[in-house]
Nanobody, 115 residues
Framework: QVQLVESGGGLVQAGGSLRLSCAASGSIFRFNVMGWYRQAPGKQRELVAS???????NYADSMKGRVTISRDNAKNTVYLQMNSLRPEDTAVYYC?????????WGQGTQVTVSS
């Protein structure tokens, strides 16, 4: 069983920054990949960024240059640093991983960007 707990969301003005955290139960060494997704009202959930156990990263085109995903294996935590936020970045942001063929999601953290 894997539990993922996101934190760090909130209300920020356009152009501002937020750092999201995803704390996992147990060692994140178990996970080949961890990712951040987001879902805006009325839209499908979409990938924001992902990071492999070796450190390789992948970013959605809409977020490239504005976000950085990182992992702290000692703290079993994955971070998403978001800069230059835009109103269209408003969404619930979810942490995600897979283990032994099963997908796990956190409860999500709301990010609201005001214009």
């Amino acid at each position: 069983q894997v539990q993922l707990v996101e934190s760090g969301g909130g209300l920020v003005q356009a152009g501002g920054s937020l750092r999201l955290s995803c704390a996992a139960s147990g060692s994140i060494f178990r996970f080949n990949v961890m990712g951040w997704y987001r879902q805006a009202p009325g839209k499908q959930r979409e990938l924001v960024a992902s990071i492999l156990s070796g450190g390789s990263t992948n970013y959605a085109d809409s977020m490239k240059g504005r976000v950085t995903i990182s992992r702290d294996n000692a703290k079993n935590t994955v971070y998403l640093q978001m800069n230059s936020l835009r109103p269209e970045d408003t969404a619930v942001y979810y942490c995600n991983t897979d283990l032994y063929g099963r997908t796990y999601w956190g409860q999500g953290t709301q990010v609201t960007v005001s214009s």
